[in-house]
C-alpha cells in the first residue's frame, strides 16, 4: 500500500495550521491594530507597518502551498498512525470540517466503520475479517463533536470496562464509526442511513436486533438517519429495537447559543471583529447544535428510545445543575422536553448522572448498570 493511500500526513496538517495562522492571526492582528488606530486619528508608518503584515501573509501562504504539495506527494507520516493525530484530525473535523470537505478533502474524514485504527470496507469479506465473532445482535456507536472512536475508552479507569466490553459480554457485537461532525447533522444523518443499510445487508451473519449509541452529537446523527429511512424506508429500521443517547442536546445547547451571540456581538465593532471571525468560522455542524433537531425528526417507530443526562451537581433540579446540566447540555434538552409539554420521545426511558460533567457520561458505572438491563 502506497504512503498516500493511507490517509493525510501531518505535512497536511501543518499546510492547514499556517493556512489558519494568515487568515486568523495576521489578518487578525493587522484588523485590530489597524481598527484601534483608527478610531485615535491613524498611526504614522503605516504604510510599513501594512507592507509587514503583507510580506507575512505571503510567506504564510507560499508555506502552505509548498506543504500542501508535499502532503499530495504522500511524504511524511501519517496522521492516523497514532492516537494524537487521530484526536488532532477529528477535533479539525468537528471545528471547519465542512470547509475541510471542499476545500482540503485529504483531511476530511469519510464516515466509516472503524476497527484496529483503520477504516473496515462494508463488504461481506472485509466486515468478516474485522468482526470475526459477530453475532446476530449489533451495537453501533455514534461519537460525538470533535471526537473519534477512541473517546469510547474515555473514563476505563473508573469501572475497568468500556460500554463495548460491556455489550459484548450481553452478545452484542460492538460496531464503531468515525464522523466528520463539522458537516451537517442531517447530511451525516444520510450518511449514516446509507452505511446502516450496506453493513447490515453484508454482515456475517443474519442481523436480528440492531441498538444505536449516541453521545452528545452522535445521538443527533442518529435521529437524523431515522428521519432519512422514514422518509425513504430502508431494512434496517425494522431491526432497531434500541437507541440510547447520552448527553444529546435535543433541544440545542447553551454554549452553541453563547458562541453564535459572542460572534455577533463581537462583529459590530471594527476593534473585535477580527475575533468574530474566529468564532464564526465554526463548523456548521457546530452550528446545528443550536437548536438541536425539533419535532419534524420523529422517532424510530420500533425503538425503544433511553435518554441518560447530567448534571454538576447531585440533585437533577438543583439551581446550578438546572442552569449548567452537565456544562454543554441541560437535562430538558437530554431528555427532549419542552416548554408548554413538548416532549419529542413520550414513553422514553430516562436516567440521571449526578456530579458528572458531559465527557463523564461516558463509561460512568450507572450507565453500565442501565446498559445491562436495558440490552440484556
Known sequence: MSLRASGPGVLDALS??????????????????????????????????????????????????????????????????????????????????????????????????????????LTPEGLAAAFPDATERVVVLQHGLCENESYWDFGRERTGTTYAETLAALGWTPVFLRTNTGLPVRENGVALTSLLDRLTDAWPVPVARVALVGHSMGGLIIRAAGAVANDRPAPWTGLVS????????????????????????????????????????????????????????????????????ATLTERERHPVGHVVGDLLVRPPSAYGRGRAGRELFPGADVLHLGRTDHFGLLNHPDVHEALRGWLA
Open 16 to 121: 492547514l495550521l499556517t493556512e489558519v495562522t494568515d487568515e486568523l492571526v495576521v489578518r487578525g492582528v493587522r484588523d485590530t491594530h489597524d481598527a484601534w488606530a483608527d478610531r485615535f486619528g491613524g498611526y504614522p508608518g503605516r504604510t510599513i507597518t501594512s507592507a509587514v503584515y503583507a510580506g507575512a501573509g505571503l510567506g504564510l501562504r507560499a508555506a502552505a502551498t509548498a506543504l500542501d504539495r508535499a502532503g499530495a506527494a504522500g511524504l511524511g507520516p501519517r496522521l492516523d498512525a497514532g492516537v494524537r493525530g487521530r484526536f488532532v484530525r477529528s477535533a479539525v473535523n468537528g471545528l471547519i470540517g465542512d470547509r475541510l470537505a471542499v476545500e482540503r478533502p485529504r483531511l476530511a474524514i469519510t464516515m466509516a466503520v472503524r476497527a484496529d485504527g483503520r477504516d473496515v470496507p
Open 242 to 309: 434500541d437507541v440510547i443517547t447520552l448527553g444529546t442536546p435535543h433541544l440545542g445547547a447553551p454554549i452553541a447559543r453563547g458562541i453564535g451571540h459572542g460572534a455577533r456581538g463581537l462583529a459590530r465593532l471594527p476593534e473585535t471583529a477580527a475575533f468574530g471571525r474566529v468564532l464564526d468560522r465554526r463548523s456548521v455542524g457546530v452550528h446545528d447544535l443550536v437548536d438541536g433537531l425539533a419535532e419534524d425528526v420523529p422517532p424510530l417507530p420500533h425503538a425503544r428510545y433511553r435518554l441518560v443526562a
